[in-house]
């Protein structure tokens, strides 16, 4: 594997030499997908500042055009780990911007849980690691293996959707035909991450659905969104006879997060953004020992630092909502995950990477 990154690398490395385009700007996707977040709103901002080209390097297709492009860009974004970078030397008139996908820091990831050789020669080759608030700074020092001055507090471009004006009404009402929801309903969304255990994988082993069903269906609607990895940790299907709607492909997961009054799960960073919404998170735990003896762990507490009630069973899942679920923790939470909550952490790193754009040259 090393070996192909080390090839990328040097193809790379050979047009570098060749003059920077000023106005071009290269995305690192690896799927039409991974543009829908972070890398689009960043796109959308540039449009505003000038007239910009973009060019999109797909991790998965060796274009050589493409390639050249990337390597004579002013600016290049990414939104998740590309590990040729081990390998790329940028010319110094580029500027390399990590974006990084998931907000806050809540479970532990990177070098903070692996061999961190390569993440620290990625490292070395990036220029800024964009990060939410400052108070995770030496968490994600350690997850990337970066030095702590190239890491910059300025938000996530994606959570900037959640201060744009939406037409909620139409979109419970599209969502209501689409799956059949009654409109008087509320929804609770269900976002169980993967467990490398596969014996835990299967959340209807767990989560009662008739008796889910039985004490709450009168007022709500169970929504399920699975983890897109959960495939590659649990061999069969996950279903089960009961009523729920399956929204694992749901296209946009913020809409869903919009729609939704209630969020239900258990150690995704999902949670850190539906908190922006300041609406109730149930952390659904059926396999917490387990989790925290053979996981990977957390950044923070998980028994005493959430915000919001901790359960381990369907009964005590059903009694939280009934009894109605205490926000008072959500405000203090959230503000150590963020700096700023405004909408305009697109423009902030936009801002920063312009004006490290004219120092470079």
């Given amino acids: 594997m090393y070996l192909k990154h080390k090839i990328f690398g040097k193809l790379f490395n050979i047009f570098t030499k060749l003059p ?27 449009e505003k500042r000038g007239n910009f080209n973009f060019n999109f390097y797909y991790k998965d297709k060796l274009s050589l055009g493409s390639l050249k492009k990337l390597a004579t860009s002013k600016y290049i974004f990414l939104n998740d780990n590309f590990f040729p970078f081990a390998f790329m030397k940028c010319n110094n008139q580029t500027t390399v911007i990590q974006l990084w996908h998931a907000p806050g820091a809540f479970k532990k990831f990177g070098g903070s849980v692996e061999n961190a050789s390569m993440l620290k020669m990625i490292s070395n080759n990036t220029d800024y690691l964009i990060t939410t608030s400052k108070h995770i700074e030496d968490y994600y020092s350690e997850a990337f293996q970066i030095d702590k001055f190239k890491i910059k507090p300025l938000g996530l471009p994606r959570a900037d959707y959640y201060f744009k004006n939406h037409d909620i009404d139409k979109l419970r009402d599209d969502f209501n035909k689409k799956y059949g929801v009654d409109s008087t309903k509320k929804i609770i969304l269900y976002a169980p991450t993967f467990r490398e255990d596969e014996e835990f994988n299967n959340v209807f082993n767990y ?15 169970l929504l399920l969104r699975l983890h897109p990895k959960i495939k590659k940790f649990y061999s069969s299907e996950i279903s089960v006879n009961g009523e729920y709607i399956d929204c694992s492909d749901y296209k946009n997961e913020q809409e869903l997060l919009l729609l939704s009054d209630i969020l239900i799960t258990d150690y995704s960073s999902i949670m850190i953004e539906f908190g922006l919404l300041n ?15 053979n996981e990977r762990g957390f950044y923070l507490d998980y028994k005493k630092d959430l915000p919001g009630p901790i359960v381990h069973t369907t009964d005590e899942l059903v009694a939280c909502i009934d009894e109605g679920i205490d926000l008072s923790s959500l405000d203090s939470f959230i ?13 902030r790193i936009v801002d920063f990477a312009l004006n490290e754009g004219e120092k470079n040259g």
């Fill in 20 to 46: 920077i385009d000023n106005n071009l700007i290269s995305f690192i996707v690896d799927s039409n997908e991974s543009f829908s977040g972070n890398l689009e709103y960043i796109k959308d901002e540039f």
């Fill in 207 to 221: 989560l009662d659905l008739e008796e889910f069903n039985k004490r709450l269906s009168d007022e709500y609607v």
């Fill in 335 to 347: 503000k150590t995950q963020f700096d700023e909550i405004n909408g305009n952490a697109s423009k």
């Fill in 279 to 293: 609406k109730p998170i149930i952390f659904f735990a059926y396999d917490l020992e387990n989790y925290l003896s």
